[in-house]
């Protein structure tokens, strides 16, 4: 007998994979994993930090829906950006606290985690999946960036958790 | 005193507004210039008041004519006032609000490889150049700025 089994990743046990398969045991162990996201999602503590998420990004698009919404000739915000997010947030660790939402200049979406002067660290979402980080975590400064892929790239996810340690 | 009102009314207009003053293409160190925030993406709007702080994205500078620069004014010599007058009038007129505003020196920025060009137009506008082409890097610098410069809000 074989089970199908889900595997940890970098703290998010349920990450939005892209869809490439089209077997007829892909698309049910896909319908599987959604029903089973789906009823985790549900719960109080975990359904909670999503939906703020969902709340700020619908409030931040609002907000940035035109060119020069800052005043100072900023681009409207990216709706490929705003995909790629979204996908973002279903990837990222849930035992992350909620990042900041904002729009940079060009139009990409940017999470932000802050604790204190001195450890901060931000990620934009490019709209062909490059994310840009940059961080400053006590006398350490680090930027950079890295493909989207599957799954947020461990450096990311060892700079957001640097911050908080 | 209508009449003492209306004479320093009459007396203040023979006189330039000094925001208007055209200052030196050179600035000092120790001079204070402004960003004027217009969006949650500035500053974070919900923390309580001694938790506000700036954003990075007040700082994320701009492509003009082939050149990265963030748009600043210079404010030493004002009035808070006057301050608040120049960004209504250059910042806002584009119908967004002006929600609050970053201060930081000149010495700041310079320390972080940028430099503030002058060019009075309008009148005691600055650019923050030197930017790195690399957006990563552009995050890093506005993030120093950002943790440098002081949020004000209008009273």
């Known amino acids: 007998m074989s089970t199908a089994c889900i595997t940890i990743n970098n703290g998010n046990f349920l990450p939005s994979y892209t869809e490439r398969a089209v077997s007829d045991d892909a698309n049910k162990l896909r319908d599987t994993i959604s029903k089973v996201r789906r009823e985790i999602f549900e719960s109080v503590s975990i359904g909670e930090i999503d939906r703020e998420i969902e709340i700020a990004l619908k409030e931040i698009t609002e907000e940035c829906a035109n060119d020069n919404w800052d005043g100072y000739g900023a681009n409207a915000i990216n709706v490929n950006s705003l995909i790629e997010a979204k996908r973002f947030t279903d990837t990222l660790p849930t035992t992350l606290p909620l990042p900041e939402v904002s729009v940079d200049p060009d139009g990409d979406i940017s999470f932000e985690w802050y604790v204190r002067p001195r450890r901060v660290f931000s990620v934009s979402i490019g709209s062909d999946c490059l994310l840009s980080y940059a961080g400053i975590i006590g006398l350490n400064k680090v930027h950079g960036e890295e493909f989207f892929g599957d799954e947020i790239p461990k450096t990311i996810t060892d700079n957001i958790q640097r911050i908080f340690s | ?125 600055a650019n923050i150049k030197g930017w790195p082409e690399e957006k990563s890097a552009q995050k890093l610098k506005a993030q120093e700025l950002a943790l440098e410069a002081n949020l004000a809000f209008k009273a």
């Open chain 2, 1 to 125: 005193m209508k009449f003492l009102k209306r004479l320093l009314t009459t007396f203040k207009e023979f006189f330039p507004k000094k925001y208007d003053n055209v200052l030196p293409l050179e600035v000092t160190n120790n001079e204070t210039i402004s960003r004027f925030l217009t969006s949650r993406s500035h500053y974070s709007p919900n923390a309580p008041l001694p938790a506000k702080r700036v954003k990075y994205g007040a700082f994320m500078p701009m492509m003009h004519e082939g050149k990265w620069e963030c748009s600043v004014f210079r404010i030493d010599g004002l009035r808070e006032d006057e301050v608040w007058h120049i960004g209504e009038a250059q910042i806002a007129k584009s119908s967004r609000k002006v929600h609050g505003r970053a201060d930081i020196q000149v010495l700041s920025i310079g320390k972080k490889s940028l430099n503030v060009e002058p060019d009075n137009n309008p009148p005691r506008h």
